[in-house]
């Protein structure tokens, strides 16, 4: 076994090395200032005039990211109407590593006190694990932390909760964003994803006002169908500047896509798929996690339909070779920022609420992601997708990877602004 480590542990590195090498020079830091800190067990109240996020820190991980991490809140602070407060937590490289319960806990109380919108969990935080009733399907449960007046039940207690009572809300309070490299050279990556979100708000990555949708024939209904994307995005970019591929006799070829990314830096690439959790198929070829890694330009935030597209739990980068796709879109080389998934075998269907989100309201991704949230993990939405299954035993599975992106109608418009204009409307 050990002779099996040590040459991936090399390749891990040599990995790592290439993708350094092959990025832009790094930017000399400018000055840092502490981030405020809430301690476990006594959240302080905050004004309520911003949106309150709390951000739980990986402990074993925050010495390597530190100046990083906190220039990245202070910079999303200064463009946005947030708040953050930090928490650091034992994780699960820790021995002592906090439960999902105790981090449960902790949500609830800022929830109830400071009203708080969203988490940003940084690092190898742990997750509750759910498994459905219906089919051999398991895995990560980001709901565990945004339905915080639900209450989640193990009921033959074999490690996987699989009751869910729906609270006086029926949907999630909270929206939560899994900001999580992979194992393997876990600080690199963390600090190489803070220097593009750095770039990113500096203005040193620019990227093209445009969406790029690509469907595999199985999935061509979801270009304009009753879940289809293209025409909310031709509402927010126009209907000239999306790009498809695999369109009704159009077949999409994996060579085809990543030349399309590579020459693209979009916006949004929006795929629906066939996947697992380490590969994206298409009506030819496909994609593997380690090929991502290495993808240039690319697309600043991508949203995947396929099954365990976002399955941290079954593919967690302790090697180069096991990272999870999504991950992968987020913490490679590309400009990517923000990915989605599934934990198990369904797509994220509803995506398109994600987007509408964004045009209706010019919200960040939090908020927009919470809309599609609110829609599907709720009894009633259950009872009308699936009428013969029990809402109480169906979780969509969604999961949220990146940081806080969010979409400009207009580049002269900063975010600030649009922010103002956002809160004027509610």
């Known amino acids: 076994m050990e002779d099996q480590i040590i040459p991936q542990r090399i390749i891990g590195i040599l990995i790592c090395t290439i993708i350094a090498m092959s990025s832009t020079p790094s930017f000399v830091h400018g000055k840092t200032v502490d981030v405020s800190v809430i301690e476990n067990n006594d ?141 393997f050279g876990h600080a690199f990556f963390m600090n190489s994803f803070l220097e593009k979100t750095h770039k990113y708000y500096t203005g040193e990555i620019i990227t093209t006002k445009k969406a790029f949708v690509a469907c595999h024939e199985d999935y061509d209904n979801n270009f304009y169908g009753p879940i289809g994307v293209v025409p909310v995005l031709q509402d927010i970019y126009g209907p000239t500047k999306i790009d498809k591929d695999g369109e009704g006799t159009d077949t999409a070829v994996a060579n085809e896509i990543w030349k399309q ?103 960040y991704l939090g908020n927009a992601w919470f809309a599609m949230e609110s829609y599907v993990e709720t009894s009633s939405f259950v009872e009308q997708r699936y009428p013969d299954r029990d809402p109480h035993t169906e979780c969509a599975g969604n999961t949220l990877i990146g940081t806080l992106q969010h979409y400009k109608e207009n580049d002269s418009l900063t975010i600030l602004q649009i922010f103002k204009s956002f809160l004027k409307s509610i």
């Open 43 to 183: 959240p302080t109240s905050l004004n309520l005039t911003t949106d309150h996020i709390i951000v739980v820190i990986d402990s074993q991980l925050y010495p390597y990211i530190k100046e990083k991490v906190t220039r990245y809140l202070n910079e999303v602070e200064e463009r946005f109407l947030v708040k953050f407060s930090v928490v650091k937590v034992d994780s699960l490289r820790s021995q002592k590593s906090i439960t999902p319960a105790e981090l449960r806990v902790m949500l609830q109380k800022e929830y109830a006190v400071n009203g708080t919108v969203g988490a940003l969990l940084v690092g190898q935080i742990p997750y509750a694990l759910w498994k459905q009733e219906v089919g051999n399907n398991s895995g990560v449960l980001s709901l565990f932390y945004e339905d915080l007046d639900g209450d989640f039940e193990d009921r033959n207690q074999d490690g996987y909760y699989d009751y869910h009572t729906f609270g006086l809300k029926e949907g999630p309070e909270i929206w939560v964003c899994w900001m999580r490299p992979p194992m």
């Open 261 to 363: 990314l590579r020459s693209g830096g979009y916006e949004i690439f929006d795929t629906w798929q066939h996947a697992s959790s380490t590969y994206q198929a298409w009506d030819q070829s496909g994609f593997q996690s380690l090929k991502v890694l290495f993808l240039s330009n690319g697309a600043l935030m991508t949203f995947l339909y396929g099954c365990h597209s976002a399955d941290f739990w079954a593919a967690p980068g302790t090697t180069p070779f096991n990272v999870n796709i999504a991950v992968s879109y987020v913490f490679g080389r590309s400009i990517g920022q923000v990915a989605s998934g599934t934990s198990w075998s369904y797509g994220t269907e509803y995506k398109y609420m994600i987007y509408e989100a964004m045009r209706d309201h010019e919200t």
